[in-house]
């Protein structure tokens, strides 16, 4: 996903591109493409709604369309925290000391969490045993589109369990639903001199930290 690409407001950022919303997003076109080649109609998507026989689609819990019995894939993102792994953190830099020229970089673990959701417990089991198996093969075309830089080839996958939790609505027993968990991780570039509004970000930063006295104030 080029930055082109992006909605306006993901490009209006001190730090660049929401990667975490790029993680996401890379999931889910790798799903669609997936399940664009399912060898039958069962579960093949389609860009066109009214020909799809699967919904792919982001955040918990889904609502779907009115009788709507197709399965459904939900990718969601977990925690992300910052791991100081970076040169820069090791040795104490600090944007603040002017006599110093540096860039901050650093690295984010995180999962992604892609649930299978079907009315039976056989085609929510199907669903996620075909996206376990498909993200150790196509983890480095994940990771092209620009928001993560690694993903684990290592994924997990849950047995079939209750989704009334998942399906807003739902009875129990109504969906079912498998997780497939899958680690990424996520490269940063902190800071840099040349990124001119993060530079007046730590101005402004430091005047609120450090003000001038008012003129008449001094002892």
């Known amino acids: 996903m080029r930055d082109d690409e992006l909605p ?3 490009k209006d950022s001190l730090f660049g591109p ?3 919303y790029m993680a996401s997003r890379s999931y889910i076109m790798f799903l669609q493409g997936l399940f664009s080649a399912w ?3 069962r579960f093949r998507w389609s860009p066109d709604e009214s020909r799809s026989n699967i919904v792919i689609t982001h955040g918990l819990p889904v609502q779907p369309k009115t009788d709507s019995k197709l ?3 939900v990718v969601t993102t977990a925690d992300v925290a910052w791991q100081g792994a970076g040169a820069n953190q090791q040795m104490g830099g600090d944007p603040f000391d002017q006599q110093r020229s540096f860039s901050w970089n650093d690295i984010a ?4 969490l892609i649930h299978a959701v079907a009315t039976n417990d056989t085609e ?3 669903l996620g045993w075909n996206i376990f ?3 150790p093969l196509f983890k480095d075309l994940i990771t092209r589109p620009g928001g993560m830089d690694y993903v684990d080839h290592r994924p997990s996958l849950s047995p079939v369990f209750d989704a009334a939790q998942i399906v807003r609505g739902a009875l129990p027993g109504q969906w079912w639903a498998t997780r497939v968990v899958s680690p990424f991780r996520i490269a940063q570039q902190l800071y840099r001199p040349d990124n001119v509004a993060l530079r007046n970000a730590v101005t402004a930063i430091y005047e609120m930290f450090h003000p001038e006295p008012e003129r008449g104030s001094e002892v």
């Open 109 to 112: 673990p995180s999962t992604a």
């Open 133 to 135: 198996c498909a993200i």
């Open 124 to 126: 929510a089991m199907l």
């Open 8 to 10: 306006d407001a993901l």
């Open 18 to 20: 929401d990667k975490m």
């Open 71 to 73: 399965p459904i894939l």
């Open 39 to 41: 060898p039958s109609d």
